[in-house]
């Protein structure tokens, strides 16, 4: 009987995840360089072969181990959230003409460093800070092939990302790329961590920078709105579910099996 609750409860607990993820992709929807998420399920199959042999009597009661039902596994399916999946295709260009604004096109991370170590972004809002070193806009360095930027007026960067000071090469914007983008974490302020090897980190050779322009948030606000609607339906379906299981539960130890005069 507790089946019929645990069913509906697993699927509830799904939705409300899914719900959770859509929420933060409309907040996000104009983040720069923001990337939607999306959840992805699986079902946990039945396994109604399988014994589980704890806890056992204690050794004074005698009974044939052989007779003994032990506790057997589930018999129905169940679903469950498998992960989270990031969508990275490229986010609109939206033009600012301000030079301190950088877009990545195609795949490429900048490398920023922070007092936390090394993070990357796709955020391409940079600034000055007080310093003078190109920043992102909490203050953090933007690294170059080199090491930090230091810009002042005449800041240029070309498509390949090389940084021009006064009509000459100064650096060079420091793009990477990942084995599996899909690995990195996310650690607020628009930043990602990278906690793989570093031989799984590779120049971003084929990206290029776009200068006066920012990398928007690739979030589709009308199928977003459409799967929170789907799934608040989802969850509230599910609530009835759980609700008319108990009703039923509670009718069948309550009145079922009263004795009446």
Not at 182 to 193: D, S
Request: charged letters at 25%; proline letters at 5%; a negative charge.
């Amino acid at each position: 009987m507790l089946n019929g609750i645990y069913t509906p409860m697993s699927g509830a607990l799904a939705q409300e995840k899914v719900m959770d993820i859509i929420a933060n992709n409309l907040a996000n929807i104009n983040t720069v360089g923001y990337k939607s998420e999306n959840v992805t399920f699986k079902v946990l199959e039945p396994e109604p072969q399988k014994y589980y042999k704890d806890p056992l009597p204690p050794a004074n009661y005698k009974i044939d181990f052989e007779k003994l039902m032990p506790l057997r596994g589930n018999e129905i399916n169940y679903v469950e959230v498998s992960g989270v999946d990031r969508d990275l295709s490229q986010g609109p260009a939206q033009k600012t003409d301000n030079p301190l604004d950088l877009m990545i096109e195609g795949k490429g991370y900048f490398s920023v460093n922070t007092p936390d170590g090394m993070r990357y972004s796709r955020d391409g809002s940079l600034s000055l800070n007080e310093d003078g070193l190109v920043s992102d806009k909490f203050g953090n360095p933007i690294l170059g092939e080199k090491g930090v930027i230091l810009a002042r007026d005449g800041f240029q960067v070309n498509a390949r990302g090389e940084v021009l000071l006064d009509g000459k090469i100064a650096d060079r914007i420091k793009l990477v790329t990942f084995a599996d983008d899909h690995k990195l974490e996310k650690v607020g302020n628009n930043h990602y961590f990278w906690s793989g090897s570093d031989d799984q980190i590779k120049p971003a050779e084929e990206s290029r920078i776009k200068q006066g322009f920012l990398e928007g948030s690739n979030v589709n606000p009308i199928k977003n709105l459409t799967s929170m609607i789907i799934a608040h339906r989802s969850y509230e379906a599910y609530q009835k579910s759980i609700k008319n299981m108990d009703s039923m539960m509670e009718k069948s130890a309550n009145q079922i099996g009263v004795v009446r005069a």
